[in-house]
Nanobody, 126 residues
């Protein structure tokens, strides 16, 4: 059974921080990459960041690279998205994803990922 479980979403004021963990189990736990995407209402799913599961090579989208950080705890098979200085435009459902079949180059398109979590809502009020 493949499972990715996100948590940590919520409603925060602009300028605050949130940490989103995503725990992998089952077949997803053997993935080479894990990543985060977000999807705002009425918009396409957007790449936020990705990381390899063993070498910890990582990349974050240019639009958030000064505020967001992606990291991984291999012992817990959990990937984290640290979001600082949140803005109202960061409001979206945040999805965790995992991919097998090669660590590099880091994937950034939704169709490059094999497994998806159910998403966690992040709402940033002004």
């Amino acid at each position: 059974q493949v499972q990715l479980v996100e948590s940590g979403g919520g409603v925060v004021q602009a300028g605050y921080s949130l940490l989103l963990p995503c725990a992998a189990s089952g077949r997803a736990s053997g993935s080479d990459n894990m990543g985060w995407f977000r999807q705002a209402s009425g918009k396409e799913r957007e790449f936020v960041g990705a990381i390899t599961t063993h070498s910890a090579s990582a990349r974050v989208a240019d639009s958030v690279k000064d505020r967001f950080t992606i990291s991984i705890d291999n012992a817990k098979i959990t990937v984290y998205l640290q979001m600082n200085g949140l803005k109202p435009e960061d409001t979206a459902v945040y999805y965790c994803a995992a991919r097998s079949g090669g660590a590099l180059p880091l994937p950034s398109r939704p169709d490059e990922f094999d497994y998806w979590g159910q998403g966690t809502q992040v709402t940033v009020s002004s």
